[in-house]
C-alpha cells in the first residue's frame, strides 16, 4: 500500500474492531435451535429485510404485558376506575414512545454498524486485492473445496467488484447484504402501532364500561394467547404451546405487579 493509501485514523480504528465486531455478528446468528434436514418446515413469506416485523411482534407483546401488570398493579393498589385509566393511558403514551425512539436509535446505530464495516472491506478491496483474494481462498479451503479449486472460485468471484464485495461481506463478515441493513424508521414506527394496539387492549374494559380488572385480565389473557398463537405460524412452533407460554409469560408479570401493589394499598381515589 502506496503513502495516499494509507489508512485514515478511523480507518484503523475499524480495522481493529472487525474481528470482534463479525464475531459478535457469527455469534448472534448461530443462537438457534438444531435444524432437522427432514422435518417439514413451511416456507417463510413476506417481507424480513426492514427489521419491522421483530419490531412489531415485540411491541404487541411488551405492549399487553407491560400495561396489563401496570393496570394489576394500580388496581391491587385500591385506586379507582378513573386513576386506573389515567395510569393505563400514561402507560401506553410513555411505552409506546419509549418503544420507537429505542428501536430507531438501536436499528439506526446497527445500520451504520454494517455500513461502517461494508465501507472498511470495500476500500481493502480496492487497496489491497490481493490480501483479499488470499483471504476470499482461505475461507473457501476451510469449507472443504481443495487449494486450487479453492483458488478458482476466489479468482471468478473477485473479477467482478459488486460480486466481491457481496461475497466478502457475506463470507468474511457474517454479513448477507440481501437481507437489507434494516430501517430505523420501518422498525419505529412497527413498534410504536403495535405497542399501542397491545397497551390498549387491557384498557378496553375501563374505556366502554365501568371497567373491571377481571375483564381487563381476561381480555389480555385471549390476548396474549392469540398473539403467541399467531406468531407459531412463523415459527412452526405448535399453535397450543407457543400460545400457552405467552399467556403464561404476561400471567406471571401481571401477578407480580397485582402482589407489589397489594402491598403499598393508598386507597387512591379520581
Known amino acids: 500500500m502506496s503513502d495516499t493509501e494509507k489508512l485514515s485514523a478511523e480507518d484503523e480504528r475499524t480495522k481493529e474492531m472487525v474481528p470482534a465486531l463479525t464475531g459478535a455478528i457469527r455469534r448472534l446468528r448461530q443462537r438457534v435451535e438444531p435444524f432437522d434436514p427432514h422435518a417439514r418446515h413451511p416456507e417463510p413469506t413476506g417481507n424480513f ?22 393496570i394489576m398493579g394500580v388496581t391491587a393498589a385500591g385506586a379507582s376506575n378513573r386513576v386506573i385509566l389515567l395510569a393505563g393511558i400514561a402507560g401506553l403514551l410513555a411505552g409506546a414512545f419509549s418503544m420507537g425512539a429505542g428501536e430507531y436509535i438501536s436499528m439506526r446505530v446497527q445500520r451504520e454498524v454494517f455500513e461502517r464495516l461494508l465501507q472498511f472491506e470495500a476500500h481493502e478491496l480496492a487497496t489491497t486485492p490481493e490480501a483479499e483474494l488470499h483471504e476470499l481462498t482461505d475461507i473457501f479451503h476451510r469449507k472443504g473445496l481443495s487449494p486450487d479449486l479453492a483458488v478458482r472460485v476466489a479468482e471468478e468471484l473477485s473479477k467482478d467488484p459488486d460480486v466481491a464485495l457481496e461475497t466478502h461481506a457475506r463470507e468474511e463478515l457474517g454479513l448477507d447484504p440481501d437481507e437489507g441493513l434494516g430501517s430505523p424508521w420501518g422498525a419505529a414506527l412497527a413498534s410504536f402501532a403495535t405497542f399501542c394496539f397491545g397497551a390498549l387492549v387491557p384498557l378496553v374494559p375501563f374505556l366502554v364500561a365501568t371497567g373491571g380488572a377481571l375483564a381487563s385480565a381476561v381480555l389480555s389473557g385471549l390476548a396474549l394467547f392469540g398473539v403467541g398463537g399467531a406468531a407459531s405460524a412463523l415459527t412452526a412452533r405448535p399453535l397450543l404451546f407457543a400460545g400457552l407460554r405467552q399467556l403464561a409469560i404476561g400471567a406471571a408479570a401481571a401477578a407480580v405487579t397485582y402482589g407489589v401493589g397489594s402491598l403499598f394499598h393508598v386507597n387512591a381515589v379520581g
Open 49 to 70: 429485510k426492514s427489521g419491522a416485523l421483530r419490531a412489531a411482534i415485540f411491541g404487541v407483546n411488551d405492549g399487553l404485558v407491560s400495561n396489563l401488570s401496570l
